[in-house]
């Protein structure tokens, strides 16, 4: 073989080598952005809320389009999950179809359904957030195992963040919830229901309530939707999961909406 050949041959088999080891890597780096629902979602990697950073592996999508997103232990450390849509909504109505009793999650375990905008620095934290959350708080919320808060819009931060209305509660569910908010510019209505219900409809009401006030103490612009699975002041005892079925959005009326 003359020298030529043998370089041709060197080439060849560290190519090869190269593509086998890329082939082997590849897959198993986590996405960073995943589509769902209709949206685009930018998965949280490091810093988020709770005492467990998020990690991308923790998000999944299985083959019925639902999304999954886990608190781990692993290698002696936990993490756990977060996602926010890339693109903005405002007002009108959001839906999430949730699975599993997340009633009776470990007491350190939190399920957020929100909207988030300080994420595309929209205001500041403790600023124009709506949220819909399943938790114990760590038994720090008088027997709670829920909440609806809203944070005020931009400019208008609580002293030591804390929100401009929240509803703490306990209530009984099933393995299957309907989660809704409807957001509007001086109102907005918070819905619990047993089952799938299609937007526009309202049946097996678990709890409902609906808070009313200025634009001071309501966000008024339009922001990212957010869904994470975290951890309360601590760890929890075993690894948590959390299912969501489905994310709908639909714009409230022409005129009506979120500032841009």
Known sequence: MTPIQMTLVR???????????????????????????????????????????GDPANVSIDANKYLHLRIVKSNGKWTSAEVFTTDRMGFGTYQWVVEGNVYDMDPTTVLGLFTYGPTHHIGADAENEIDIEFSQWNKTCKDCNADFTVYPSTGNRKPNGVSAWEDNFRVSGETLTTARMEWSSDHIVFTLMKGVHPIGTVADVIKTETYSSTTTNIPQVASPVGINLWCFKK??????????????????????????
């Open 11 to 53: 080439t060849m088999i560290f190519k090869i080598v190269i593509c086998g080891t890329l082939f082997c890597v590849l897959p198993c780096v986590q996405a960073q952005t995943i589509t769902w629902a209709g949206h685009d979602w930018k998965v949280t990697s490091g810093g988020m809320a709770g005492v467990a950073t």
């Open 235 to 260: 760890t929890p005892a075993k690894d948590q999961s959390a299912v969501i079925r489905d994310f709908q959005f639909l714009a409230a009326a022409s005129g009506s909406s979120g500032k841009q």
